[in-house]
């Protein structure tokens, strides 16, 4: 079964500063796709970024970039210049045929 | 961009109740429509897929008769929790996508169960 973890619980980051929230997964399929969705407080999931595992290129949206590295199966997204509208709990997906399976969460602070 | 509804966003029900919970896709078809549920500060579990038309496919340790899944139609898929117990209180999302499993997933503001 696929595994996702997300070692940090908690992070905090100044605003305008960047902060890097780490993943990591576990899987013996070639074929997949790697996401990142923001939960802020209103608990609506919202995409931030994906990734598919057979493009070598790190997908980037605006402020967030992803560092994606297969052979090691990490999966880190970077926020650029924090806002405080970023403030929410972040998680890593991983997804192949039907199953989304998700992290355990990272909450992010962001300190004005 | 697709957006995904769920109602309603809030219920409180008596135990030993049912409670229906409707998920639409506002602006697209969704050939499959998920069902999650989120404990406070944690992660979300799937609970079941569900393909319209089809029976739904549910996950390793969801009850099926306590948790009924309709996906009657390309916009609508309905999550009833029968017989409702304190236990259950959690918080109930959906997630809906177009075609295969390439396409990106879109989530539901969720709903909040309380079963007094």
Redesign the interface.
């Given at each position: 079964a696929q595994t996702v973890t997300q070692s940090q619980p908690e992070m905090s980051v100044q605003e305008a500063e960047t902060v890097t929230l780490s993943c990591t997964y576990d899987t013996s399929e070639s074929d997949y796709?790697l996401?990142w969705?923001k939960q802020p407080p209103?608990?609506?999931?919202?995409?931030v970024i994906?990734q598919?595992a057979y493009k070598q290129q790190n997908a980037t949206e605006n402020r967030f970039s992803v560092n994606f590295q297969k052979a090691a199966k990490s999966f880190s997204l970077k926020i650029s210049d924090s806002q405080l509208g970023d403030a929410a709990m972040y998680?890593c997906a991983y997804?192949?045929?039907?199953?989304?399976?998700?992290?355990?969460?990272t909450r992010l602070t962001i300190i004005p | 961009g697709a957006v995904v509804s769920q109602h309603p966003s809030w219920v409180i029900c008596k135990s030993g109740t049912s409670v229906k919970i409707e998920c639409r896709s506002l602006d697209f078809q969704a050939t499959t429509m998920f069902w999650y549920r989120q404990f406070p500060k944690q992660s979300l579990m799937l609970m079941a897929t569900s393909n319209e038309g089809s029976k739904a496919t549910y996950e390793q340790g969801v009850e099926k008769d306590k948790f009924l899944i309709n996906h009657a139609s390309l916009t609508l898929s309905t999550l009833t929790v029968t017989s409702a117990h304190p236990e259950d209180s959690s918080f109930y999302i959906c997630s809906a996508r177009v075609g295969w499993y390439q396409e990106t997933q879109y989530f539901g503001p969720g709903t909040r169960l309380l079963v007094l």
């Open positions: 796709y996401f969705y209103s608990r609506q999931m919202i995409l994906r598919e998680f997804r192949s045929a039907e199953k989304l399976t998700f992290g355990t969460g | -």
